[in-house]
T-cell receptor, first 111, second 115 residues
Framework: GNSVTQMEGPVTLSEEAFLTINCTYT??????LFWYVQYPGEGLQLLLK?????DKGSNKGFEATYRKETTSFHLEKGSVQVSDSAVYFC??????????FGRGTSLIVHP | DTGVSQNPRHKITKRGQNVTFRCDPI?????LYWYRQTLGQGPEFLTY????????KSRLLSDRFSAERPKGSFSTLEIQRTEQGDSAMYLC?????????????FGPGTRLLVL
């Protein structure tokens, strides 16, 4: 079956530091890949997505590239802000329409 | 377009009681999903509808759980004879199927606490 593995958190950074959150996946076929963000007390919000190999999704300074050869979709941001503190979820949707989520990675950004 | 809404946002109940949650999807979306999320975990799929048809149910969805989407618009999720292990955030999401791998839009969730 499909699976998503994310690096364990929390990831703690100072403001303006570089962020990488690793995500690798196992899936049959050619899934679409997603990053969602969840702020405290809220539901998940779509951050970015990529639907085929070598696509780069980007939004609000965050980027992730769909790497089929390494089955990865790592999330990066060049300079994080305190307001980026949240939980980030990597997910995939394959041919079954049912998404598979990772366990989430908590990001804490200090001023 | 006001996004996906869920009611209530919080529910506290005693073990053995029944609870019902409501989800209103984005108006033109034909797919509606229910998930359960516990602390420190990602959302776990429970069930989904395409229009009014319930197409798939997870093995997580015991016979105490039932979901409906009677007119293909809003949906309800009922839990009968609640147990403490049912305490979780219940998330609803909707999507428009224009291609096989569509983007889902989530509501804020209903947090259930069973005492």
């Amino acid at each position: 079956g499909n699976s998503v593995t994310q690096m364990e958190g929390p990831v703690t950074l100072s403001e303006e530091a570089f962020l990488t959150i690793n995500c690798t996946y196992t899936a049959t076929g050619y899934p679409s890949l997603f990053w969602y963000v969840q702020y405290p007390g809220e539901g998940l919000q779509l951050l970015l997505k990529a639907t085929k190999a070598d696509d780069k999704g980007s939004n609000k300074g965050f980027e992730a590239t769909y790497r089929k050869e390494t089955t990865s979709f790592h999330l990066e941001k060049g300079s994080v802000q305190v307001s980026d503190s949240a939980v980030y979820f990597c997910a995939l949707i394959g041919g079954s329409y049912i998404p598979t989520f990772g366990r989430g990675t908590s990001l804490i950004v200090h001023p | 377009d006001t996004g996906v809404s869920q009611n209530p946002r919080h529910k506290i109940t005693k073990r053995g009681q029944n609870v019902t949650f409501r989800c209103d999807p984005i108006s033109e979306h034909n797919r509606l999903y229910w998930y359960r999320q516990t602390l420190g975990q990602g959302p776990e799929f429970l069930t989904y509808f395409q229009n009014e048809a319930q197409l798939e149910k997870s093995r997580l969805l015991s016979d105490r759980f039932s979901a409906e989407r009677p007119k293909g618009s809003f949906s309800t999720l009922e839990i009968q004879r609640t147990e403490q292990g049912d305490s979780a955030m219940y998330l609803c999401a909707s999507s428009l199927t224009v291609q096989i791998q569509e983007t889902q839009y989530f509501g804020p969730g209903t947090r259930l606490l069973v005492l």
